[in-house]
């Protein structure tokens, strides 16, 4: 076994550090010590989000070669893995990408996990993984997930359980869901609902809704997400545990948008579109989080929008961005197949 950096400062890698929650979680882990690498291809995450102190590379989880290189350099101590294309509506449409990108990807650094003998695997999986579930879902119930983005989740989950009992590495794994806040990128047109939302207002346009509005999420704040993640390798109860992450009280679509339009001073109105086929609702439980992390009380969705209202307002209107290889058509939202037949 390799010698580890038992005496020097931690080394810790972080998968698309360059992106909105594992920017942060580089922060953290910086803050708490560690020396970061950040890898992120830049496909969904811009060089402006990455904190200062980091040694930023460009390239890709699915570049072995290049993983192997880091792993033999660096040798790291922790992999927080947070890169992927999260675009769980969208993930139908782009199966293939969705599971090279989210699943081979993070099997690649699993694999130079187990053999450049790393301390430990964190991995944020998503509240996807649960599908249409009793609410709020538990780390106890079995998971059904219902979209390739899901499947993809779950199926890393399994495979560090799988890793775990054959080679020893050891992981922690989180579930977090919509989290929002400063340095999430507002130009994806196909996920992040308050960053669409108010660069639809910065368009002075109407805000679009999939349905009534009426469908319920527990938008999270991302301080009340990262740090934990950071923090969580300093933590041996936290070892191959599973955890929900982020906010309790779930709110309706509709409620949001009020908040937002409050946030922005604006309100251009809402364009209601046909419902969409996802999950009606999604919240989780977080009790198992909070006995094993001494968590602070949570950021109100108020409090929350305006902190992501004003770093937006810094950033401005966005050009929002369309996927370009769509692999499957049949089935997909119109607003979406409209944006794929503009370009
Ligand atoms: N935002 C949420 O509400 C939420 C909820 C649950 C789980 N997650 C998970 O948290 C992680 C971070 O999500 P986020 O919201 O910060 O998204 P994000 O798009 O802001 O960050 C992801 C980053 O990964 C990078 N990336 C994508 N594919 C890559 C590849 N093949 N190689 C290297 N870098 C690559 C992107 O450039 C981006 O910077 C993801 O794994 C996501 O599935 C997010």
Known sequence: MKAKN????????VTGGAGFIGSHVAENALNLGHKVVVLDDLSGGFERNLPKGVIFVKGSVNDVSL????????????????????????SHFIRNFNY?????????????????NAKRFVFTSSIAVYGENVTPMVETLTPSPEDPYGISKYAVELDLKAAHKMFGLEYTIFRPHNVYGPKQNHGDSYRNVLGIFINQIFKKQPITIFGDGTQTRAFSYIDDVAPYIARCVQMSSTVNEIYNIGADKPYTILELSNEIFNAMGKNYGINFLPER????HAFSDHSKARKA????????????????????????????????????ESNMPKSWAALTAKK
């Open 277 to 280: 086929n996802e999950v009606k």
């Open 293 to 328: 992390f001494k968590m602070r009380k949570a950021v109100s969705l108020c409090e929350g929008i305006n902190k992501m209202v004003e770093w937006s307002k810094e950033i401005g209107e966005m050009q929002p961005t369309v996927f370009n290889n769509i692999e499957i």
């Open 67 to 90: 993983l192997d290189k880091l792993f033999s350099d660096y040798k790291f101590d922790y992999v927080y893995h947070l890169a992927a294309y999260a675009a769980e509506g969208l």
């Open 100 to 116: 090279t990108n989210n699943l081979i990807g993070s099997v690649n650094l699993i694999n130079q996990s187990v053999k450049h």
């Open 6 to 13: 038992s005496l020097a400062a931690p080394v810790s890698l």
